[in-house]
């Protein structure tokens, strides 16, 4: 993995941060990441800077309200739209995508480039962390988890941590219908430990499946078809209930990046991106169509992430713009 050092304050030397323990490997990414977030952030950069420059007011108000001189920690800090929010305060930036923090480190902010789940810093060094619209671009549990544990990790005693996600209870119903969701289509590629849980038909996990079940046959199968009684007409609209309630637990998704063909035209990636398949053009709106994976978080997910941790505990949790939040306080080293 690239570590990318900038330019440091005068008074704290910015490799004093740094763990020097920490891996940098990323091998164990998922494919899924690798190629559906990585791979894309890196291709649409400027644009995705371009379209974030306005500020959450919750996130500015947990900023705001630090004390002078705090040490925070932006994990996933993007184009870095709240490095240095705070005037009072040092901030610390890092973000898988090296074009992301390119464009934060020309703006002069204090960048690496790093991996959320392996954060290459000392443990206690910030007084406080965020992680905005981050997790849920971690395919696995476990890795969302180990997210959460290094956010924490680097925050002093008492120290606070703020993170965001994207809820699967979005406000505007309808940005569901414009989403992807993850069917059995990808099963293929990504099953295994590193893949995100795909969900069946009878929402019983794929690898719990006894293999009594997966063996029926045809004939038995139109055989207990045929046992039904004329009276089960309902059973349509039931299966519609079944499909909308499979839609509503539905939390894997492909949501969809349009990169102007004017925007896409400067970057030459977008041409390898659609001749490899990772993205597609869209003469109708003009533009390269990059899919990014999504996790959506159900209520309460987030908070049960974090319950089970012994050195950290839940200040506040609220929900704000389609987005779960929480606010946690590290209570031992």
């Known amino acids: 993995m690239l570590l990318q050092v900038t330019r440091s304050k005068p008074h704290q030397s910015l490799a004093s941060t740094l763990d020097t323990k920490c891996s940098s490997s990323v091998k164990s990414t998922p494919e899924i990441e690798k190629k559906y977030v990585h791979r894309v952030y890196d291709a649409i950069a400027p644009h995705f800077s371009a379209t974030r420059f306005a500020k959450w007011p919750k996130v ?153 079940e997966v063996s029926v046959s045809q004939e038995e199968e139109v055989k207990d078809f045929g046992n039904l009684s004329l009276g089960e007409e309902g059973m349509e609209s039931e299966f519609k209930e079944d499909r909308e309630r499979e839609r509503e637990r539905q939390q894997e998704y492909f949501v969809p990046w349009h990169l102007p063909y004017h925007r896409a035209e400067v970057s030459g990636a977008s041409v390898g991106a659609v001749e490899n398949g990772l993205a597609r053009k869209d003469d109708q709106k003009g533009a390269i169509v990059y899919d990014r994976y999504y996790h959506v978080f159900g209520e309460g997910e987030l908070e049960r992430l974090v319950c089970g941790m012994k050195n950290a505990v839940i200040v506040d949790q609220f929900f704000d713009k389609s987005n779960w939040c929480v606010i946690l306080q590290k209570t031992s080293c």
Do not use: M
């Not at 392996?118 to 476990?142: C, F, G, M, Q, W």
């Open 60 to 212: 500015s108000a947990f900023l705001n309200n630090l004390p002078s001189g705090s040490v925070i920690l932006d994990a996933g800090c993007g184009n870095g739209k709240y490095l240095g929010l705070n005037p009072n305060c040092f901030f610390i930036g890092c973000d898988i995508s090296a074009p992301l923090i390119q464009i934060c480190s020309d703006r002069g902010h204090e960048v690496f480039v790093a991996d959320a789940v392996n954060l290459p810093y000392r443990s206690s060094l910030a007084d406080a962390a965020i992680s905005i619209a981050v997790l849920h671009h971690l395919s696995t549990e476990s890795r969302r988890k180990k997210a959460i544990d290094e956010l924490i990790r680097t925050v002093k005693k008492g120290g606070h941590v703020l993170i965001t996600v994207w809820a699967v209870e979005q406000e505007d119903r309808s940005l569901l219908n414009k989403w992807t969701p993850l069917t059995d289509k990808y099963l293929e590629e990504w099953i295994g430990p590193g893949s995100p849980r795909i969900r069946s038909s009878s929402s019983v996990t794929l690898e719990s499946i006894p293999e009594t």
